[in-house]
């Protein structure tokens, strides 16, 4: 009925394939050397020695290999030019050794001798018809000789090279990871496929074996089933036009292999010719039809298969390298994001340099440039950062504060000063003045304190960045951070100082440097003049000479004063400064290296897009090749047949209605004795298994145990659970488990007819995954439970078998005759426990089952059969104990539940529909041992499973706690950096207020130091001048001048809230506080008012605060909002305007004038002996209302030191929250803990009654 290709055909196909492989094979080396060649240019520009050696030692080696592998490809491909190759590929155990040796009529020497796995460990060619076959090792095996991995690369280097792939699976089960494997080698490549159904019932189209064509139905139904679930996997994959052809290859070797036969079975291979005829064998074997299939796809195009083949290949290695590249330029850019966020943060901190800045610290010898430049070059762009960075307003806020000391002394030190030498008429020269007024020591103690708190927080910022470089290997640098160690940093801003000569004093280098100036110089003269005219004075007793002396000390006064300020002021610019370079100069060496790498990547991912756009151009410049479909030239072979020839010819469902009469005679006394002899052994075998594995722990034992969980329980109520857990089953359960299609639920149907139960009509036989949940039943005096099977493609299938196995008492594993093939994570699980559930070993049984599918016929060759099913089980006995199972070999045992599917989907069915084969199929023994089992007392079956769920209840109890403790201690971890951030933020806050205070106190103090010196120079009696003179310092100006720091003052707490909050919300971000863990605060759906409310209520302090605070932060919208902790974001607060603040500058200076108008020092002046002595009180009276004028703007409420206090308050109010939340953590923490050591004792002492099993 299908005509095959005549051979004049398939070989001019195979001519015309090897020719214009020979042509193609040239021009994709060509496309490889132009690619390889651009691969070269990539990144050579920027070697740098010693520089980024991972990185580009990562690229480096892609560079090699990509270029060694396209090589390597084409070498091979040449190799194999002369002939059409075919490369069998499948998982371990399929029959693709079977199989190639009947394509390659070998006499059978190539297949393993006993179904051993991972027989074939190289690659074998054979001829056929002209091509070259080629043999594979078998994939997803255990490693029987050589590792799993190593195999499969050795499959995946002959599927590359082949032109044709013959996928190969068996009726056993297709697994997940088949199908991947598929995917990567196979479809990856764009190679075309035929796949191969081996079917391993040897009754399968066997007319002369059965005889009824209900039974042959029966048998080809899971044919068609396996045969389905190949299609739609495949399909999945991208494979849908793929025929799936059923054969037996046993059967197909008896008839095509060559004599003397050396392979397996050879009695079954000498009755069966001698019996059955090779035409029989052949023919029945459904061979011919795959010949068919893949002899009409080659000559209908070989020459398309041939250059599908060698294109796809080469394209498919260029896009693979392309994908490669890209997910290196993600790494990369990722690398270069946080490499730029470190500048960013070090141009933050440090300030921006300026072109001739940029040359002094970060210039490169290598590039002939500074580093900074290129990097804005390289990234597009310049940094955003302020030419002042962080710690250089930081010093400035500290400066203030810490030097206000000194210069008020200094200040002090003058006025008696001036006194001295106007009253004593002493002449005071620079010296002299600098000697008497400043104090070196008190000035460098003031700025040593200022250096150790700069470089503290330069280290706080930078060690940041440190933090981050770190984190990544690649760079050598990362070894090398700002960590934290203040002193080294302070010891580098104090030898600033010391450098500078402030070592030897101020009064020895500083001011006279200072008074080398125009500023000193007017300083000096003014105090030595006011000595010379008191010497003067006091021999000329004239009117004039009164006032010259009065000018003469109110021009001391003025210019003593300035000098004071204006060398506090230059002693702060000068060692702002310092500190600024010094900065530089110490951290240049870190940020090098930094800028370094961002040059290198940016450069190098630029290149590595173009060098990606280039692959993926080339690989789309490879012509395409038209598909060819072997399931089209299989249906042109069919000639148009219908789904039922379709059937009938790929499926072999055409032996349904074939009539083969042969008569067949069996001797089997001797069979019979024997499989009674097998039979009593393998009873006695499992009845030991089945007695030892229920003998220990001793109830009495249990019972122990379990009296010391309940004090447990008493003392803290998480063990409840694990009490409640622990009472005995009513009945004990045998759960079966296994991979799907391992014929679990046969084996339970298999048991209900033994036991004499009828088999329930929702248990369903199917060849794909039909179990879908766990299913319980009632077995006499037991349950049998059927469960999802493993390997399913279905996610939840292993988590529902294994929660189902949590309570068994018996656990039967089902495996098939490939015993551990793909994942066995499962199976190990439930040998040897997980850290959440104990280990059901040694209550368990392994069942090989379908044994009849061993390859050799019970009947003709009994011994045969049992001598390899023995080494079957021997075999899993190994696999097992290579993943670590050790298994004791009586619980190991072999059957055949439904004997060649003769009974499969009927029902209802009875025991004896399973008589004929009952001698050797292995049920009879296991049945007698359950049997025996089952009759006897089951008290100690339920204690035991009653203790497996108790002590897996109390595993997860300890999992939860272990993990709740880490969450809790994370949770406490998480809040020190929050909690320093709020610390640092009230610490600058407080320099911040006493900086402004005395940068407002320096505002005034010029004015001031003006009215002082009108006051010195009224004359005599001129009560009125002297009334003028004390309120001269409040005017129009100095309101002006008031304004304006107020304007700048306000800036300054702006730019201190916006820098906190920001940095406590990253910080709060990053904390990412966990909302499920039972500590204070609840989630508020309120608003910024509600947030701070609740927290003054959850602290349980602040509390008359609260409401006035919410008040006040939702009338000015100046947000400070928890996040995690109250449902909000920590987002920054609203500026403060300066506007209020500075229109009540008038109005302030308006209370200090009625004030001093009210004043007593008219009084006091009234009360002096002399002049003199009322102007002193004057110049007092003027000091006292710069005072008061101060406190009123400091108290100010609509001015920066209230907005600055408000704020500081909220950080101090939540930072006590977060703190109260810190010990809650810490708290829950250690009471976890001890629940740990109760929960590890119980856990310790299980396990000793165990005898150590489980985890």
């Known amino acids: 009925m299908y005509e095959s290709s005549s051979d004049s055909s398939f070989k001019e196909a195979l001519a015309d394939a090897l020719e214009f492989g020979q042509r193609e094979i040239a021009e994709l080396a060509s496309v490889i050397d132009v690619a390889a060649a651009v691969y070269d240019d990539a990144g050579a520009k920027l070697v740098r020695d010693g520089d980024l050696d991972a990185v580009m030692g990562e690229f480096a080696q892609m560079r090699l290999r990509f270029a060694d592998e396209l090589s390597t490809h084409l070498a091979e491909q040449s190799k194999v030019l002369s002939t059409f190759n075919v490369a069998f590929f499948g998982r371990t155990g399929a029959g693709k050794s079977t199989l190639l040796s009947a394509f390659g009529e070998l006499n059978g020497e190539a297949v393993s001798p006993f179904g051993a796995s991972d027989w074939t460990e190289t690659v074998k060619p054979i001829r056929w018809r002209g091509c070259q076959l080629y043999d594979t090792p078998g994939i997803n095996g255990w490693g029987r000789r050589k590792s799993r991995e190593e195999l499969e690369a050795t499959a995946r280097k002959a599927v590359e090279t082949a032109d044709v792939v013959l996928l190969c699976f068996d009726t056993q089960s297709q697994q997940a990871s088949e199908f991947a494997k598929v995917a990567a080698w196979v479809t990856h490549y764009g190679k075309p496929v035929v796949a191969v159904l081996n079917v391993r019932n040897p009754r399968w189209r066997h007319p002369a074996r059965v005889p009824t064509q209900a039974a042959r139905r029966n048998m080809s139904e899971p044919v068609a089933q396996h045969a389905e679930n190949i299609r739609v996997e495949l399909a999945n994959i991208g494979l849908d036009d793929v025929p799936v052809v059923a054969i037996s290859s046993r059967r197909a070797l008896f008839a095509r292999a060559a004599t003397p036969y050396q392979g397996p079975a050879k009695q079954n291979f000498d009755d069966d010719r001698d019996r059955y005829g090779i035409d029989y064998l052949s023919r029945w074997s459904n061979f011919a039809a795959l010949e068919s299939v893949l002899t009409a796809g080659i000559t209908a195009g070989g020459s398309q298969l041939r250059l599908k083949s060698l294109r796809e290949g080469v394209r498919a290695r260029l896009i693979d390298e392309a994908t490669s590249l890209e997910e290196l330029r993600i790494r990369l850019t990722e690398r270069m994001n ?137 760079a050598a640098y990362e070894k090398a951070d700002l960590n934290g160690d203040a002193g080294e940093t302070a010891d580098l801003f104090a030898n600033l100082l010391r450098g500078g000569g402030m070592a030897g004093g101020v009064a020895a280098v500083a001011v006279p440097f200072l008074l080398g100036g125009p500023l000193g110089i007017a300083a000096g003269v003014g105090v030595g003049a006011a000595a010379a005219v008191s010497n003067w004075f006091g021999s000329n007793k004239s009117r004039d000479a009164v006032r010259e002396k009065a000018e003469a000390r109110a021009k001391a006064a003025r210019q003593g004063r300035r000098a004071i300020h204006n060398t506090f002021d230059v002693i702060e610019r000068q060692f702002a400064s310092g500190v600024s370079t010094s900065a530089w100069a110490a951290a240049a060496p870190l940020l090098r290296p930094a800028l370094i790498e961002l040059i290198v990547l940016t450069n190098l991912s630029t290149d590595i897009g173009a060098l990606t756009t280039h692959l993926r151009g080339q690989a789309t410049s490879i012509a395409q090749t038209p598909p060819l479909h072997f399931l089209d030239t299989t249906f042109r072979l069919l000639d148009g047949e219908d789904s039922g020839g379709y059937k009938g010819f790929l499926l072999g469902e055409d032996w349904f209605d074939q009539d083969e009469s042969i008569e067949l005679s069996y001797d089997t006394t001797d069979s019979a004795d024997f499989c009674r002899e097998r039979n009593g052994e393998d009873t006695d075998a499992l009845r030991h298994a089945i007695g030892e594995a229920f003998a220990h722990p001793e109830p009495s034992s249990i019972r122990g145990w379990l009296r010391q969980a309940a004090e447990a329980a008493v003392a803290d109520e998480a063990f409840v659970g694990v009490t409640n857990l622990a009472a005995p089953l009513a009945r004990p359960a045998v759960v079966v488990a296994g991979d799907y299609s391992a014929g679990k639920s046969s084996f339970i149907k298999r048991m209900f007819t033994e036991f004499g139960i009828e088999v329930p009509a929702s248990l369903h036989i199917r060849a794909d995954a039909t179990t879908d949940d766990v299913h319980r039943y009632e077995m006499g005096r037991i349950d049998i439970v059927d469960t999802p099977g493993f390997q399913s493609r279905s996610a939840d299938h292993d988590d529902l078998t294994l929660a189902g196995v949590r309570d068994a008492a018996l656990v039967v594993v089902v495996l098939h005759i490939n015993l551990l093939i793909g994942d066995t994570a499962a199976l190990q699980t439930i040998a040897n426990g997980m850290p959440t559930g104990v280990g059901k070993w040694p209550r368990m049984l392994f069942i090989v089952n379908r044994c009849d599918e061993l390859g050799v016929d019970p009947l003709d060759s009994t011994a045969e059969y049992f001598n390899r099913r023995d080494r079957k089980l021997t075999e899993l006995g190994a696999a097992l104990r290579s993943r670590g199972i050790e298994v004791d070999a009586t619980h190991i045992h072999g059957v055949a539940a439904d004997p060649y599917g003769s009974v499969g989907m009927q029902y209802p069915v009875t025991a004896a529909d399973y008589d004929a084969n009952r001698a050797w199929d292995g049920i009879g023994a296991l049945v007698a041992a359950l049997r025996e089992w089952v009759d006897d007392d089951l008290t100690r079956a339920t204690a035991l499973a009653g203790f497996d769920k108790a002590c897996s209840a109390l595993l997860v109890l300890r999992e939860d706690t272990r993990a709740d403790i880490a969450a809790y201690r994370n949770e406490t971890g998480k809040h020190d950096s929050l909690i320093a951030a709020m610390d640092i933020g009230l610490e600058d806050a407080d320099y911040l207020q006493r900086s402004l205070e005395h940068e407002l106190d320096d505002v005034l103090a010029a004015f001031v130091t003006q009215a002082v010196a009108r006051i010195r120079a009224v004359t005599v009696g001129e009560e009125k001048d002297l009334a003028e003179a004390i309120s001269s310092w409040r005017s129009a100006e100095t309101e002006d001048e008031v304004k304006r720091f107020m304007e700048r003052a306000t800036a300054k707490v702006n730019d201190w809230s916006t820098t906190h909050a920001s940095t406590i919300s990253r910080e709060e971000a990053a904390a990412a506080f966990d909302v499920n863990l039972n500590l204070p605060g609840a989630a508020s759906v309120g608003g910024v008012g509600d947030a701070v409310g609740q927290a003054a209520g959850v602290a349980g302090s602040v509390a008359k605060f609260g409401a006035q605070l919410g008040k006040v932060l939702g009338n000015r919208e100046a947000a400070l909002q928890i996040g995690h902790f109250f449902g909000h974001k920590f987002k920054p607060w609203g500026a403060i305007k300066a506007g209020k603040a500075v229109g009540r500058v008038g109005v302030v200076f308006g209370v200090v004038a009625v004030a001093a108008d009210g004043a007593d020092w008219a009084f006091q002046a009234s009360k002096a002996r002399n002049w003199d002595s009322k102007r002193d009180a004057a110049v007092e009276q003027v000091e006292s209302d710069k005072h008061d004028a101060i406190q009123l703007l400091l108290a100010e409420p609509d001015g920066p030191w209230a907005y600055l206090n408000e704020r500081t308050e909220q950080v101090r109010l939540l930072r006590g929250q977060y703190e109260g939340r810190q010990r809650a953590a810490q708290q829950e923490a250690e009471r976890l803990e001890r629940r740990l050591e109760v929960a590890d004792e119980l856990i310790t002492a299980a396990q000793e009654l165990r005898g150590g099993s489980g985890k």
């Not at 590039?367 to 302020?386: G, I, M, N, V």
């Open 338 to 474: 946080e490499v730029d966020r470190i500048t960013q943060k070090y141009l933050e901190v440090l300030g921006y340099l300026e072109t001739e800045e940029r040359s002094r610290d970060l210039h490169d010898d290598v590039w002939h440039s500074d580093l900074l430049t290129l990097a804005e070059s390289a990234r597009r762009k310049r940094y955003k950062a302020p030419s002042d960075g962080s710690l250089l307003r930081q010093v400035r806020n500290l400066l203030k504060p810490h030097l206000a000391e000194a210069r008020n002394n200094a200040l002090r030190r003058y006025k008696d000063l001036e006194h001295q030498a106007f009253h004593e008429g002493k002449t005071i020269d620079a010296e002299t003045f600098a000697e008497r007024v400043f104090d070196g020591g008190e000035l460098i103690g003031a700025l040593d304190r200022v250096s150790t708190e700069a470089a503290a927080f330069l280290a706080r910022e930078l060690s940041l960045a440190g933090v981050e470089l770190r984190m990544n290997d690649a």
